[in-house]
């Protein structure tokens, strides 16, 4: 199976950019997306019904802020929009549909902010998903987690550790919560497969950044 993961930064921006136009040559058998940015009644027939996909969008209360989706060609076996605490489904965090061998989780955890006013949001946010993943794998169910994780884990995981170790999403309590993950058992796949790769999936639109590779991974698949 061929499953994507894709911060888009709002779905209505990407699609006037080649979205539908990619979506049917990508082929992903699943396609998670997270900040989508868009209200439940504001999304179009193409949105809901993407030829080929079933898709499902659990939504924020506020406009235009967070939101994730969940595209699959096969109709999930079960879906759950949220993880039933309001702190976090009012900010439309998450999306978890079961697929027979394996349940997967969408997740599109909170930014600490610049002022770091959301940290312990944040923080909160991990350890209250973690432990709805650790129920779920009690109860048998294998697990796939991915999204974005708001973290750059390691220093090769971002261009410019030594500038960034006071910045959210490098802080060391945000880097502790991420390996809480991986020492319960997750494995970070792309790490597993390519220990000593650095390679980004988040660039700001500040300084040239991604044209010159000053970005940072914070995008997994646990």
């Not at 599109?108 to 002022?115: D, E, I, L, N, T």
């Amino acid at each position: 199976m061929k499953l994507i993961s894709w911060n888009v930064n709002g779905i209505r921006a990407v699609s006037r950019h080649g979205f539908w136009d990619w979506l049917p040559s990508a082929t992903p058998d699943i396609l998670c997306l997270q900040e989508t940015r868009i209200q439940t009644k504001q999304l179009t027939e193409q949105m809901r019904y993407p030829p080929g996909y079933q898709s499902t969008w659990h939504n924020a209360e506020r406009k235009g802020y967070s939101g994730v989706a969940t595209f699959c060609r096969a109709e999930p076996v079960a879906i759950q929009e949220g993880l039933g605490w309001p702190e976090f489904d009012v900010e439309g965090r998450v999306i978890i549909t079961e697929h027979g061998g394996f349940t997967l989780v969408n997740a599109y955890f909170p930014s600490g902010q610049r002022g770091h006013e959301r940290v312990n949001y944040k923080l909160a946010f991990y350890e209250a998903l973690l432990d709805f993943c650790t129920d779920l794998r009690g109860q048998g169910q294998s697990l796939i987690v991915c999204g974005d994780f708001n973290t750059a884990h390691q220093p090769m995981d971002l261009a410019r550790p030594k500038q960034n170790v006071k910045t959210s999403g490098f802080l060391p309590v945000e880097r502790e919560a991420l390996s809480r993950w991986l020492d319960w058992g997750f494995v970070d796949v792309f790490r597993h497969l390519h220990p000593e790769s650095k390679e980004y999936t988040w660039w700001t639109y500040r300084l040239d950044a991604r044209k010159r590779n000053i970005g940072w991974r914070i995008d997994y698949f646990l």
